[in-house]
């Protein structure tokens, strides 16, 4: 049987190192590509490398996965990905749309919470968006990058990570919610516009 805490003990100081810091890059973009949710990876890298550190190691970890997940979208896994976008209708639309708005929604939808970052990647292989858009868009994700290893490193320690999150009385929590819902209305807008010229489209033809 697996001791996990022992497991933990021996391997968060192993990664708190700097080749354990090199080493955290590629395991959080295999995090990324394996669809696993980035915040307590995020949270981790605050309380290992502190805000700013943790920050830059988890930017550049999430945007090679991202690429990594959107090539293997628009290529091997295409079927697949299709087959998981089809049990997600609001996936499908933005597929579509984010091919008629590019850049701008694909930032929008970066900074705006309740598009799922993971997934994302795969879908928009499958979207006719340039990978230089793409790659650009992933700017949208520092603001909740620096957001999450903060808090990690506001926590000091994993068993705290809980309790940090459940503390909704941060200036910093406000503003990335309010810019998240600011996105969040962007992106619907940016969407019924494209919905709109698609059938403007359809009726001229």
């Known amino acids: 049987m697996i001791d996990y805490s022992l497991l933990v003990d021996k391997f968060l100081p192993f990664l708190e190192s ?3 810091a090199i080493i955290f890059v590629p395991l959080y973009a295999l995090w990324v590509t394996l669809l696993l949710p980035g915040v307590w990876a995020s949270m981790l890298a605050g309380v290992l490398y502190g805000t700013w550190m943790g920050t830059l190691l988890v930017f550049i970890g999430a945007s090679l996965g991202a690429e990594v997940a959107f090539l ?8 697949w990905t299709r087959k998981r976008m089809a049990a997600v209708p609001k996936l499908q639309i933005i597929e579509k749309a984010v091919s008629r708005e590019g850049l701008k929604l694909v930032l929008l939808t ?3 919470p309740i598009f799922p970052f993971s997934l994302l990647n795969f879908v928009y292989g ?4 340039s990978i230089r858009d793409y790659t650009i868009g992933l700017l ?6 620096v957001f999450f290893c903060g808090l990690g490193a506001l926590a000091g320690d994993i068993a705290s990570f809980d309790e940090t999150l459940l503390d909704k009385t941060d200036l910093v929590s406000l503003t990335l919610k309010i810019i998240g819902l600011i996105s969040t209305l962007a992106v619907a807008w940016l969407v019924t516009r494209a919905i709109r010229r698609a059938l403007d489209q359809d009726f001229e033809s």
């Open 18 to 20: 700097s080749l354990g």
């Open 72 to 79: 293997l979208g628009r290529t091997f896994l295409r079927e």
């Open 110 to 112: 970066r900074l705006s």
């Open 126 to 129: 499958l979207s006719q968006v």
């Open 140 to 145: 949208g994700i520092l603001p909740g990058t």
